[in-house]
């Protein structure tokens, strides 16, 4: 099992150096100093990295870095709400398709995921605004909290900022930052809920094959009891690793997502940085999203192994 960390972690490193390779090799086609090697110049741009020093922005003036801080957990917030979303939806849709395979409640939640992994982020984002928001007037049209709240940034998350706030309005505060999250959220979770349903219903098919669930059946059990208790418990690892690449999927949807509800995250700061012609925030907003993503994939995948017996004894095989 060290071993398997030990090469997932090289893994990551080479994949991670790959990635500000590939960066610094765009800069230097823009932005190239005659006075300056390749090599010299990858080696002063890791230094850098490693440093925290993201440059400064030449429109605010301000360091990258700190700004990058200020957008994050805003986009960080929405992703997180977004895989609740899809998990608490996914599931147990994924689960009825399985249990009813071939019939109409799986042919329905099939086409339902297909429909839904079709549809355009940014033109479901508008046509929830105009039915919810400015139709019935239900959820806030844009931003991450109501004007009348002044709330002090401590981790940039809003819900738990405002749950933070010394003030008298804490809670109306709290459930308006809820507000304000549900339509984004909901938006963004279309993608990752139908690839959890396909992975769960996928990946329960395979497990309900098995003998020692026929077993458990023909001895009388539920098969509530069954599902629960044998089948979930062993398909949800087997899903985990492909779940795990759906952070990617989330993070690239969060920047259309972003710019439809004017949420204040990283995705909509990459994108006025690019319209303004800011290198330095586009460079360090890009290098966060590709980071954070490969980062997120590699541990999902570690933690499946480690809580997945099958997965532990398939890399043991593999190294006698």
């Known amino acids: 099992m060290l071993l398997y960390l030990l090469r997932r972690l090289g893994l990551l490193i080479s994949t991670l150096l790959m990635l500000t390779l590939i960066a610094f090799s765009l800069e230097f086609q823009l932005l190239s100093q005659p006075t300056q090697s390749f090599i010299e110049g990858y080696s002063l741009f890791l230094q850098q990295l490693l440093t925290g020093d993201f440059g400064v922005s030449s429109v605010s003036g301000l360091p990258v870095l700190g700004t990058l801080g200020q957008y994050f957990p805003a986009t960080l917030e929405l992703c997180l709400a977004a895989f609740i979303i899809s998990l608490l939806v996914g599931v147990p849709a994924g689960t009825w398709a399985a249990l009813h395979l071939n019939r109409w409640q799986d042919t329905s939640i099939l086409t339902g995921t297909l429909i839904g992994y079709s549809v355009p982020v940014f033109w479901l984002g508008l046509l929830l605004v105009m039915f919810f ?8 049209v844009s931003g991450q909290l109501s004007l009348l709240y002044e709330i002090e940034q401590v981790t940039g998350i809003m819900t738990i900022d405002t749950l933070l706030a010394d003030t008298p309005y804490r809670w109306p505060a709290f459930f308006d930052a809820l507000r304000h999250l549900v339509l984004p959220a909901l938006v963004l979770a279309i993608v990752p809920t139908t690839e959890v349903i396909r992975q769960i219903r996928s990946a329960l098919l395979e497990v309900l094959k098995q003998n020692y ?14 599902i629960l208790r044998h089948g979930l418990r062993n398909a949800f690892p087997m899903a985990i690793p492909t779940l795990g690449l759906q952070f990617g999927t989330v993070l690239t949807s969060a920047i259309m997502t972003e710019i439809v509800f004017d949420w204040p995250g990283l995705g909509r700061w990459l994108i006025t940085s690019i319209a303004l012609q800011d290198y330095a ?21 570690v933690l499946s192994t480690l809580i997945y017996p099958a997965r532990r004894r398939a ?6």
Do not use: C, D, M
């Open 133 to 140: 928001s400015l139709n019935l007037g239900w959820l806030p």
């Open 213 to 226: 669930i026929r077993a458990a059946l023909t001895k009388g059990v539920s098969e509530n009891h069954v």
């Open 281 to 301: 925030a586009i460079k360090a907003g890009t290098l966060a999203i590709a980071t954070f993503t490969i980062v997120a994939s590699a541990a999902v995948e």
């Open 315 to 320: 890399i043991y095989a593999s190294q006698r």
